[in-house]
């Protein structure tokens, strides 16, 4: 039975208004035994659990109220509100407010179910929302499925903890330290290169080229140089000559970017014919702006560490592994900018060809810092994630707000063009707090209703970890829940605390 409650209007009220009724409670029979009947529907436990450990006891009994509704009524009540939900397959991260249900991500099942067309996850938030504490949970929670991590890059050095956590030893790159990596590798595509047939050859040197040329574009626009299509086929045939492929018989060997400078500057002959110049100095005069750039790249922030052949191996077996920038931070926005770029380019190489099955997770923290390097830098992110393989392979991107994609080309230009088609290549994204206007862009751009815009700049900013989650055009509020063992793993503000 509802029971009216003095003030406020009842759920009988509320049922009322929208034309419903609620069932009364069915007469009592002449001759029934109410206590009999009563004692077949009560569950054989006190009111207020039994006095043993592990039974529930509880001091005061519960305030339950009793309510009497048909099917179609109680779907709308709380606790019992139904959201449109997701299967509870995955890691679980925390709590679905609207339904205070658990709230599970499991990119690559969402893509099997056809609730997203990729796996791909794009963050969004203000500073110190807990962009990276969502993230690194569902990395360590992703575990649990044998999901192996990549952190391409990680600028802060906050992903550390976690790695040393689970055993692994993160790869730090800096002045002074002995890793070297070669952002023009072949990756595992060249593996076993000589029993390869031609045709899988020619189709393996074709993703190979075309990674090379869009990083090197990215490099060279970091010097503010615009790579005009004959300084790009320039590029493509000095990378031909220096691999040997050009020369045929399916020969493919490493380069690196000193070597690409070193061929612009000092042509042969040979070289500037291949690239259509009539003799060696129109090809340099021709090319000058285009070496120079990667010439100062070389001497600056490729120096002594993207400069020569790369000298680590990543360890497949390990859950996570990470390559470390924190010792780059003091050396200025376009090293860390130029290494993310390096970084993330051989990354990609790196996850090429996996075993199907196999779930990979790619992390991009800190995207903005590439993104400023220029137009270049936006096509070598969307392509690293265009290329990236839909089997099993998650990228995730970690953005402040929707102008660190589109500020790098004037409205409705090509540019702005492709950091939106990047977002379509993200099919989840996820909001942490913003401000009013950046909440405006970002319903704009990812197509969010009134609501969810308001939750982006209201609800998500009264705490810490909340955010609205677009999984495909469903929208979920969540909050990430922090386990006592991995909040000291993941807190950020533990450094600032200590100060
Ligand atoms: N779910 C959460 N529950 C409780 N506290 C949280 C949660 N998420 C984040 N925090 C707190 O907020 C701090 C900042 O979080 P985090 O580093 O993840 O933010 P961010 O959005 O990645 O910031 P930035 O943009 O500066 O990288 C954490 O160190 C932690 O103290
Ligand atoms: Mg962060």
Redesign the pocket.
Known sequence: MFRRKTKGRSVLDLVSDFGGQLPTAAPIKHGTDRRAEAALIRADTPRRGRSLPGHGWSPMAAPLAVYRASTAEVGGVFPLLASNGLPPTGALM?YDSLSAGGFYVDPVGWVLSQTVTNPNLIFF?????????????FLLRMMLFSARTLIAGDV?G?YESLCRAVGSEPIALGLGLPVRINPLDLGPLGTGWDRLSTIERESRAALIFARWVVLLKALVGARDVIVSPSDESALTTVLGELSGWSRGGGMLRTVTIPQVHDALARPTLELARACRYPDIQSMIDATRQVTDALGGLVRGALSGLFDAETTVRLDWSSPIQSLSLRRLDELGDEVVGVALACVNSWSRAMTDLRRPGEITIVVR??VWRQMRLGVGAVQSLDADLRLSRNDGEIQIV?A?KPSDLLSVGDAGSQEVSIAKDMMALCDTKVM?AQDPTIADELRDLVGLSDLARDWVCGWARQ???RAVWMVGDRVFKV????TPVE?PL?????ALMAE
């Not at 938030?125 to 504490?133: D, E, F, I, N």
């Not at 909050?479 to 922090?482: A, D, E, I, P, S």
């Not at 993941?490 to 533990?494: S, V």
């Open positions: 925390g938030g203000k500073p110190g929302q807990g962009k990276s504490t969502t993230v690194k949970a802060k906050e923290d800190e970690v402040h942490f705490r810490t970890g909050t990430t829940v922090r909040a993941f807190d950020t503000n533990a």
